[in-house]
C-alpha cells in the first residue's frame, strides 16, 4: 500500500469567491503554500516568501485531512489555489478527490505549469503573465487548448497600457474570448484608495474604447475586506 498523499498548506478558510465567473460565492479555499514566480503585485507573498510566515504557518496535511476539512466549512465550492499550487505533485490527487466528495471544484494557477493531469471535472481560473508580471515568457502556451468556454477562464493582471496592448494582442491571436471567459484584472493596489481607483478606470475606459470581448475584473475580497493580509473566515 503506497504512502497517502499529502501537501504543504499555507492555510484553510472560508471566504467569498472574490474573481472570476464565481464571484460573490462563499467558497472555501484551500491555499497551497509555494511558488516558483515572484510578481511584483502579488497579493500572497507569504506562501512562497523565505522568512514571511513561520514555519508553523506552512504545515503539511494528509488528503484526507483535508477533505475533512472541506466538508467541515459546509459549502459546496472549494477553490485549491496558492502560490502556484500544481507544483506539489499531490495536487491533481488532491483536486481528483474533492470532485469525488462531490464538491464543485475550482483550481487557481498562474498558467506556466501544464493542465495535462488536471481533473476534467475541475474548473480552472489560469492566468497568462503579462510583461508587468516580469514572467510572459514562461506562459505555458499549450495550456490554451485544454480550456473549456462552459467552466474555465483566463485571467490577465493588467499594470498598465503595456500590458493592456500586449493581452489584447493575445486575445486577438489566440482567439481567447471563443476558448473560454476572459477576465481583465487590474493590479490592485495594497492599499485601495478612497476616490476612484485610477487604473481600473482607466482599464475600463480602454475596454470600452475598443469594444474589448473580455471582462473587467475586480478584486471583491479586497473591496470588502482592504485590511485583510491573509484569509480568514470573515474574509480575505
Not at 503585485?41 to 488528503?63: F, I, M, N, S
Not at 485531512?65 to 500544481?86: D, R, S
Not at 471544484?105 to 495535462?116: F, R
Request: net charge negative.
Amino acid at each position: 500500500m503506497g504512502a497517502v498523499p499529502s501537501l504543504l498548506v499555507a492555510e484553510l478558510f472560508r471566504s467569498l469567491q472574490g474573481e472570476g465567473r464565481h464571484a460573490g460565492r462563499p467558497c472555501f479555499f484551500i491555499r497551497l503554500a509555494g511558488c516558483h514566480l515572484s510578481c511584483p503585485w502579488c497579493d500572497t507573498p507569504y506562501t512562497w516568501r523565505p522568512g514571511a510566515v513561520t514555519a508553523a504557518d506552512k504545515q503539511r496535511h494528509e488528503l484526507p485531512a483535508l477533505l475533512a476539512a472541506a466538508t467541515a466549512a459546509g459549502l459546496p465550492l472549494v477553490e485549491v489555489t496558492g502560490g502556484e499550487p500544481l507544483l506539489q505533485t499531490a495536487t491533481p490527487a488532491l483536486l481528483g478527490a474533492l470532485c469525488d466528495a462531490g464538491f464543485e471544484v475550482l483550481l487557481d494557477t498562474s498558467g506556466t505549469m501544464p493542465l495535462d493531469a488536471v481533473d476534467p471535472r475541475v474548473a480552472v481560473m489560469m492566468d497568462l503573465k503579462a510583461p508587468g508580471s516580469g514572467h510572459a515568457a514562461r506562459n505555458e502556451w499549450a495550456n490554451l487548448d485544454r480550456l473549456r468556454a462552459d467552466r474555465d477562464e483566463v485571467k490577465i493582471v493588467i499594470a498598465d497600457r503595456g500590458d493592456y496592448e500586449w493581452a489584447r494582442a493575445v486575445i486577438a491571436r489566440y482567439r481567447l474570448a471563443q476558448r473560454c471567459r476572459v477576465v481583465l484584472s487590474p493590479v490592485t493596489p495594497v492599499e485601495l484608495p478612497a476616490a476612484p481607483w485610477p487604473l481600473a478606470c482607466d482599464l475600463a475606459a480602454w475596454m470600452l474604447a475598443d469594444a474589448s470581448p473580455a471582462a473587467l475584473g475586480l478584486q471583491l475580497h479586497r473591496l470588502l475586506w482592504p485590511a485583510a493580509l491573509r484569509g480568514t473566515a470573515e474574509g480575505g
